[in-house]
């Protein structure tokens, strides 16, 4: 069959076919990229390979136990992969964060955070700061107390003083204002998670490993700045470096905002 033969015999939907497919795979490539995810593929790469080559040269056990353990492949694709299943489903058809602002107005609001993390963070005040971005928080929100209120280092520090019934849960931040606080989150149970980060970090984590969120956490034991994106957290920072983390990933001219 020559080339020109084959070519007749594609069909334009076997053109949008591939195209749809091509898709999907590059993005589920940027969706685990960086996660353990990638290992974990590996792994099941080599196992599948392990399985053809054991019945080529007729290892009937292993053969086996590998076609067993392959005929339940989805199943344990779902169970290895469900906060990463989890995020893409919620991802879809959200909104970024700070829809209806302006640059000026976000800025703004990062300068409040970073003031009002600063000074609980020398006060040795804990706090837990959530951004939305595309993923929806609503679930939490629902779940605290409703203020919708502006973004001001003094209404944030009037939240995490302990004194205030607020205190411990999070403060969750949609388009520029102050959504709720005393909001829970889910918390990682994550063996990596080292024994001295505290409930506020492991909501962090836990938070993040399941949407796009960005979280500030302020340490009470330490009196530390801590950053927390897709369940990677960046310690020890100063106003200069959390200004700088918040700006890269919002503020950074010509970059793709909100991704």
Known sequence: MSIADILASIRWQDIVDIAIVS???YWIIILIKGTRAVQMIFGLVLIT??????GKVEFLTLHWILS???SS?????VVIFQH???RALTTVGKNPFFTRIDLAEESHVFEELIMASASLAGRKIGALIVLERKTGLREYIEGGIDLEARVSKEIIASIFL?????HDGAMIIRDGKIAAAGCLLPLSMDSEVGNDMGTRHRAAIGLTKETDAVVIVVSEETGTISFVLEGKITRNLDPTALRKILQRLFLHKGARRFQ
């Open 23 to 25: 898709v999907l795979i």
């Open 49 to 54: 390979v392990a399985f053809f080559i054991s």
């Open 68 to 70: 067993t353990f392959l």
């Open 73 to 77: 492949i989805i199943l344990v694709i």
């Open 84 to 86: 990463d299943i989890r």
């Open 162 to 166: 302990p004194p205030s019934p607020l």
